[in-house]
T-cell receptor, first 118, second 115 residues
Framework: GAVVSQHPSRVICKSGTSVKIECRSLDFQATTMFWYRQFPKQSLMLMATSNEGSKATYEQGVEKDKFLINHASLTLSTLTVTSAHPEDSSFYIC??????????????FGEGSWLTVV | AQTVTQSQPEMSVQEAETVTLSCTYDTSESDYYLFWYKQPPSRQMILVIRQEAYKQQNATENRFSVNFQKAAKSFSLKISDSQLGDAAMYFCAYRRMEYGNKLVFGAGTILRVKS
């Protein structure tokens, strides 16, 4: 099946700095990518949907200036947490879907990234 | 807006036994997809099974099967011959059929498997 790779898997940053998480589709063209945040023992909370070449659509309550999402190519989307604070510490997961025959209309998930802000 | 409800926060099953996880959803659409995802401690989301709403036949994948009741908007997951490796968080999810639409997740059910 199609593969989505997320990097880094774990990152620790200092409060007030910015950190970037990458999400790559390795063998299909990801025209749409989704970014989620997940707290322990809770469900995935959709943060935003990004279509290649367009501005991301953010869910209600998600600060677009704090969580910058870029989807400049068909294989890469990035989430940048700006001016990170300890409350931003969480597990972030990306997922992707594309029109390539190998992926069809299926959504594939990355491995996730643990962010710890100290 | 579509909603997905999983009413069982936690479930336990004895190894080799059968367990059923419940899921109900609300939608006004007639065509859509339903999914069950497994999230083990590694946090990787693994697709367990998928059902297209227009298909009357219940989906089956080895030991995993669903009971899809479209009129009742119910989509339960049955795990037969439970194994220790089945222990995980299970999420029920809904997705509209049009391309590019997001997944709507339920709150999840933690499944514990006893040896």
């Amino acid at each position: 099946g199609a593969v989505v790779s997320q990097h880094p898997s774990r990152v620790i940053c200092k409060s007030g700095t910015s950190v970037k998480i990458e999400c790559r589709s390795l063998d299909f063209q990801a025209t749409t990518m989704f970014w989620y945040r997940q707290f322990p023992k809770q469900s995935l909370m959709l943060m935003a949907t990004s279509n290649e070449g367009s501005k991301a659509t953010y869910e209600q309550g998600v600060e677009k200036d704090k969580f910058l999402i870029n989807h400049a190519s068909l294989t890469l989307s990035t989430l940048t947490v700006t001016s990170a604070h300890p409350e931003d510490s969480s597990f972030y997961i990306c997922s992707a879907t594309g029109l390539d025959g190998s992926s069809g209309n299926t959504i594939y998930f990355g491995e996730g990234s643990w962010l710890t802000v100290v | 807006a579509q909603t997905v409800t999983q009413s069982q926060p936690e479930m336990s099953v004895q190894e080799a036994e059968t367990v059923t996880l419940s899921c109900t959803y609300d939608t006004s659409e007639s065509d859509y997809y339903l999914f069950w995802y497994k999230q083990p401690p590694s946090r990787q989301m693994i697709l367990v099974i998928r059902q297209e709403a227009y298909k009357q036949q219940n989906a089956t994948e080895n030991r995993f099967s669903v009971n899809f009741q479209k009129a009742a908007k119910s989509f339960s997951l049955k795990i037969s011959d439970s194994q220790l490796g089945d222990a995980a968080m299970y999420f029920c999810a809904y997705r509209r059929m049009e391309y590019g639409n997001k997944l709507v997740f339920g709150a999840g059910t933690i499944l514990r498997v006893k040896s």
